[in-house]
């Protein structure tokens, strides 16, 4: 009980604080990242204290929990210090903060059993089975403290809504005042952990059932593994390349096996965990993960190679070296077997675990800045000419790489030597005229649009001025002609002119028809769409029965047309 209490006091006062920065949320951009950095503090020296607690060496603990708090609240005020006002940073800087919430679970989940370890034995030696025991048993320690916080809310929203039947509000305001919220939902949290980590058996059991679940999968997973690379020299890599998501595929089956495989070997004091033939089947996939870690390096390479750096693909390429030392590490351990059983995945797993500690952190730092390594690999590209500059996403560099990216953009808006320098100029003019990456997106495929258009209107012969028109039209979905699901033709509509120019466009599979006319200056004017109630007929459907001559036009004073049987009409522009 004395733990309880404990755990769920420090959940409160973590409660109480955090209310306390929101509350007092500065709005200059400087103090909030410093906002940024003890709110973190906060999360991370309670989150060592809940789960390292032992009721002694409270000096240890403290000193743990403040170091812990220390780094990754400093970590995260460089972070915040991203999140500026103008839009050629906010963006970029918003998805670090996200991807900085996921590494600080992920490297505090890995960093938890170490902390716990040394708290406990005060000793830098960290035995693999409380290693294994911790890893696994904090996850449903956790998973028990947030069902608990979760199933109080239950209780209290209930609560207050059964006072409230009778008239009753007083609970239903105190339970919506923040810092009630706050204080409440940290203590509950605490109190769960604390249930959490005294109810062993439950843990015990819910980590067996996982355990044996995984356990049972793995030869399955291995197996694939192996018939994969045993069909890939048949096939070739060519059809790997062609769904552009092979490496991210190959990435996620290699992270399947490290889980699995762990599950089986757990604390890796068993001389046979599984019957002989599938250790051997499982030795045999251990050794096929280096397989598909080639395969995958070789398409990360070919894209960065050829497009550059990009965040996505700068976390790609970490992944990839965690998960190359793992397999390399799993690899060498099957070819030299040993007992108990691959005694080697030892030292292997407590290495790549400190190398996920380092590289989750360093990554949100300078040193390895995904923002900031893409935004010079996408500058070089530019400047060295080794992308042609009218395809160059200038966008993508000032919008979505940071500060840095910014300042590269206009290090390249500044360039006065440069084999394309006329191009370079305009895609910089183009890149200035809008506020977002959004907005320079629009752009780019209106003037794809713009082109397929066109080349539509050569086709059927339209008269000038057609062409800007439909570009012009809000209503209109004209990006989708540049992916090829557009055709233009001419219908008399209205009985008394020289015909009406409809644009059949595809949205979702479903078609559209926009319809042009030309006033008596001879301007063209958006008329409407028009509409019908054949739900199923697609773009494509449409282009055969015109181009087959299977339409008509039918009063009334715009006539609704009967395309294949299907009668469309006129709606008006809002």
Known sequence: MRERVSLA????????????????????????????????????????LHFAWTSEHVVRLLALAAATGMVYGLIATWVGGGLADDNAVSDAGGERVTTWILASVVTL????????????????????????????????????GALFAGAL?????????????????????????????????????????????????????????????????????????????????????????????????????????????????????????????????????????SGFLAVSAWGLWLRVDQYGLTPARMWAV???????????????????????????????????????????????????????WSARSQYRRIVEGRVPAAGFDYGFLRFQLGREGAERFEQVASLESHPEIEAVRAGVARAREVETYWDWKRQGESSRAGKAIGA????????????????????????????????????????????????????YGSSRLHVFSQDQSGSFVYLGELATSNDLATVQSVATAIREGRFESVPPIHRDLLIDGSRYWLVPPR
């Open 153 to 289: 809310w239950v209780v209290l929203l209930l609560w207050a809504e059964l006072f409230e039947l009778i008239g009753i509000q007083v609970f239903g305001d105190l339970f919506s005042e923040p810092l009630f919220v706050y204080v409440a939902t940290g203590a509950a949290v605490g109190f769960g952990i604390a249930l959490g980590r005294e109810s062993e058996r439950i843990v015990a059991t819910l980590r067996t059932i996982t355990l044996n679940v995984f356990t049972g999968l793995l030869p399955l997973v291995c197996f694939v593994a192996l018939l994969f690379l045993a069909a890939l020299p048949l096939t070739g890599l060519e059809p790997l390349w062609k769904t552009e998501r092979a490496s991210s595929l190959l990435l996620a089956w290699v992270v399947v096996s490290v889980l699995f495989f762990n599950a089986v070997y757990q604390e890796g004091a068993r001389a046979e965990p599984l019957p002989r033939p599938l250790r051997r089947l499982v030795e045999a996939g251990l050794i096929a993960m």
């Open 109 to 144: 989940y890995v960093l938890g059993p170490f902390l716990q370890i040394h708290q406990r034995t005060g000793r830098r030696v960290f035995a693999y089975e409380d290693l294994f025991l911790h890893s696994w048993n904090n996850f449903f320690v956790a998973l028990i």
């Open 456 to 507: 539509l209107a050569k086709e059927v012969a339209a008269p000038p001025g057609l062409v800007e028109k439909i570009r012009r039209t809000s209503e209109v979905e004209a990006d989708r002609c540049s992916e090829g699901e557009c055709m233009l033709f001419s219908a008399e509509l209205s009985g008394d002119g020289p015909g009406e120019w409809i644009l059949a466009s595809s949205v």
């Open 318 to 372: 970490l992944l990839w070296i965690v998960l190359a030392a793992y397999a390399l590490g799993y690899a060498g351990a099957a070819i030299g077997r040993g007992l108990p059983w691959l005694p080697a995945v030892r030292p292997v797993n407590r290495a790549v675990a400190w190398l996920v500690i380092a590289l989750g952190l360093l990554v949100h730092t300078p040193v390895l800045d995904p923002l900031g």
């Open 9 to 48: 006091a420090i959940g409160a006062a973590q409660g109480f604080a955090v209310w306390l920065l929101a509350e007092s949320w500065p709005e200059a951009h400087a103090a909030r990242a410093i906002f940024v950095g003890i709110l973190t503090f906060l999360v991370t020296s309670a989150a060592v």
